[in-house]
């Protein structure tokens, strides 16, 4: 395969197929189900540094088959070549295949680059988008500060265990508001959040944030309310999942790719997981919801889709948050860590 790649040619029938194969995959990603438009935002947001639609449609109308010859010979020369040998291999096998895919590729990279946006104080962003079908989303996210990416992890985590289901109760089974409902765990870089999300044929984005100021208030509440045996219950629960040995090839591999991308490689982010999970306690988590969600310390993310025949009073009016064009707009004015771990 290495080899392959090394030698292959490319023809201009075959690089105009490719353009229209990409310009196609863009048109898909315009057309999507209304609650997959909303959390598009966030998706571009993540990828550092993101370029918009127009940049990369002009980029591809003057790219040629020498341009793309000549970015693999840059990519070759320039990368650094990191491999993970998982499979029936004794380690000298494993040594001299990698081995011999370095002196094939003769990179001259040392490491791989890796940044990451940090939220580094308080931002409340909006992003509206009126959609090609007939139903509204609307996606909230909090990403708060404070909080390195284990304990961010474990209790945002716990938090969307004990949230899903009552956000699903309240606003799809009571209020009958959508049939695409979520509350989820989230990231951004290595900082972890709450999502919520709901898609709905009938209610605007302008309504549903007035349920969702609801929901988080109630749910607020009854997480104070909840009995310290009941919060142990959920806790466990977690615990037992991350303590439970993989159970196929792909699990267990899948526990080392997180690690290996941080080049991070004593690989023990997961028993440091474990670590803060023994030890969180209710007040931990009830702290967290607060700052993420209540007070808002950290990121305050807010998408809003409607329908192609709602007019904008559709979207929600939020007083003093910024609304931006576009992901990358954001995405300038927040800081980046390189090679975090």
């Known amino acids: 395969m ?132 007939t139903d509204n989303a609307l996606a909230e996210i909090f990403i708060s500060t404070g909080y390195d990416r284990y304990s961010g992890f474990v209790l945002s985590n716990i938090l969307a265990n004990i949230l899903h289901p009552w956000f699903f109760e309240q606003l799809r089974t009571q209020k009958q508001l959508g049939y695409a409902v979520f ?60 303590e439970q040995p993989p159970q196929t090839f792909y699990e267990e591999i899948d526990r080392f790719l997180p690690d290996f991308a941080r080049n991070n490689f004593a690989f023990d982010s997961r028993k440091k997981l474990i670590k803060v999970l023994k030890t969180v306690t209710q007040q931990d988590l009830l702290t967290f919801y607060n700052n993420a969600i209540l007070q808002q310390t950290g990121l305050a993310f807010v998408s809003q889709i409607i329908a192609k025949e709602v007019n904008k009073e559709g979207y929600a009016q939020l007083k003093d948050w910024i609304t931006y064009p576009t992901a990358s707009e954001l995405q300038k004015i927040l800081p980046i860590e390189v090679d975090a771990k």
């Open 183 to 242: 509350a989820f765990t989230t990231s951004l870089g290595e900082q972890w959040g709450l999502g919520f999300l709901l898609q709905s044929n009938n209610k605007t984005p302008a309504y549903l944030n007035t349920r969702y100021q609801n929901f988080y208030q109630l749910a607020f509440k009854k997480l104070n309310a909840m009995p310290k045996k009941e919060f142990e219950q959920y806790k466990k629960a977690l615990l037992t999942e991350m």
């Open 2 to 133: 290495v080899k392959e790649f090394l030698t292959f040619t490319i023809s201009a029938d075959e690089v105009a197929q490719a353009k229209s194969w990409y310009r196609e995959q863009l048109e898909v990603s315009n057309n999507l189900k209304a609650f997959e438009l909303a959390m598009q935002p966030k998706q571009c947001l993540e990828k550092v540094p993101y370029f918009e639609q127009e940049q990369r449609l002009k980029a591809l109308k003057t790219i040629t088959a020498n341009d793309i010859l000549q970015y693999r010979q840059e990519t070759i020369d320039n990368a650094a070549l990191q491999a993970i040998v998982f499979g029936n291999l004794i380690q000298k096998q494993g040594i001299d295949i990698v081995k011999s895919i370095a002196h094939l590729l003769n990179n001259k990279g040392k490491n791989w680059w890796r940044g990451d946006i940090v939220v580094d104080k308080q931002h409340k962003v909006n992003f509206q988008h009126q959609a090609n079908s």
